[in-house]
């Protein structure tokens, strides 16, 4: 079996990248930028007031406090303002442009005025630059703003609008296809026989697929039947940059996928993965379409694609950070670990502000109850045998690798 890290490098490393689209900015959001965006003017492009209040000249400042300035005017955003006239103050806005020969401000509620507000007085002496955000202070002409490979969050979006692009160069979305194997099956909510089981796994799949940036082209139930299951991995092969196959991995007589795979010319790179859940994992490809054999039971399913599967989709789209990220919590009791397999356990935390974890009871393959509860999956080395109450533990969040 292939160690879990090999097997998550191994698929990163093969991933072909997509090509790339562009879109508007309100399309962007949760895509991967496929470009660098850099600042083309000073970020701010000039000195402006971060308070409502009044600009001056510190230098106009002498003798006692409090001292007085008439007051020349206003400048509200937007504007462009006059220079600000010798020993006088200006009326400033939050936002508005700085007056030339201005160089700090007052808020507002350190002043008082008059009763036709000609003249203003301060209770404090001026300081150079104080409430004044300066031209360039987040960055200059040619900065780098966003890096190609960042997964572009609404704060990511915002910061391209303010440097006033329209639209962005983005990786396009995978086209994912699911092949669901399993006379048991039925689609949620179908009539089917009392032992029949309503599909659950390409479900969920299809939701951290869709999160992970791809686009679901199709899901298609099949029987456990080689020409069944043939037929509808040739179609997905045809339409898709990755095929996910779910159920009929193993080497049971009912098991058809990796016939079905290597009879249609999808070279596989490994089989079998020394991980618990999800031993029986397949991956290969065919010229630039990826294929990703996967259990059938539905907690398999889903940690070995949140853990296989979408660090190789977000390669695919050229992801600066394909793998998810580990952090790091307490265990809240001990645990008995048989060596051989990374086994990912099923916990809620228990503390969050001093992260505790306890791993959950319900950690068979098709248990989706102890995925429901789950905060996190705790990872378990292969090498590991037994970890004491308090130990600190490699997690991954559930709020990060499940949508």
Request: proline share 6%; aromatic share 4%.
């Amino acid at each position: 079996m292939l160690p879990f890290d090999e097997a998550q490098a191994r698929m990163v490393g093969a991933a072909v990248l997509l090509d790339a689209e562009t879109v508007p900015l309100a399309e962007a959001a949760g895509r991967v930028l496929a470009e660098d965006v850099r600042a083309v003017v000073d970020q701010p492009a000039f000195d402006a007031s971060t308070m409502d209040g009044y600009a001056i000249c510190a230098a106009d400042f002498e003798g006692e406090l409090p001292f007085e300035l008439d007051v020349d005017g206003e400048t509200t955003p937007g504007s462009r303002p006059a220079a600000l006239s010798p020993k006088c103050a200006r009326r400033v806005f939050t936002g508005a442009p700085l007056p030339p020969g201005a160089d700090a401000i007052e808020m507002q509620e350190e002043t008082a005025f008059d009763d036709d507000r000609k003249r203003v007085r301060f209770s404090r002496a001026p300081v150079v630059g104080r409430f004044v955000r300066q031209a360039g202070e987040d960055l200059k002409r040619g900065d780098l703003a966003i890096a190609r490979g960042s997964r572009l969050s609404s704060a990511k979006v915002a910061l391209a609008a303010s440097l006033d692009r329209a639209s962005l160069s983005v990786a396009r979305r995978p086209r994912v296809s699911f092949v669901v194997t399993g006379d048991e099956l039925r689609a949620p909510g179908a009539s089917g026989s009392a032992t029949s089981i309503p599909d659950s796994a390409s479900i969920a799949l299809a939701e951290i697929a869709a999160h992970a940036g791809a686009r679901v082209v199709s899901i298609d139930r099949v029987r456990d039947d080689r020409a069944a299951t043939e037929d509808a991995t040739a179609r997905a092969l045809a339409n898709s940059d990755l095929l996910v196959t779910i159920g009929g991995a193993s080497v049971g007589a009912h098991d058809h996928v990796r016939a079905a795979l290597e009879s249609l010319g999808v070279s596989l790179d490994f089989w079998k993965v020394a991980m618990k859940p999800g031993k029986p994992v397949a991956f290969g490809k065919r010229a630039s379409t990826m294929a990703l054999a996967i259990p059938g039971n539905p907690a398999s399913a889903m940690i070995t694609f949140a853990l296989l599967g979408v660090p190789l989709l977000r390669a695919m789209q050229g992801d600066a950070s394909p793998l998810p990220r580990v952090h790091r919590a307490k265990l809240d009791v001990a645990l008995r670990h048989e060596p051989g397999r990374t086994e990912l356990a099923r916990a809620a935390f228990v503390n969050a502000s001093e992260p505790t974890v306890r791993v959950l009871p319900h950690q068979a393959s098709g248990s989706l109850l102890g995925m429901a509860g789950a905060d996190a999956l705790v990872r378990i080395d292969s090498d590991v045998a037994s970890l004491e109450a308090g130990a600190v533990v490699p997690i991954y969040l559930a709020s990060e690798i499940f949508p």
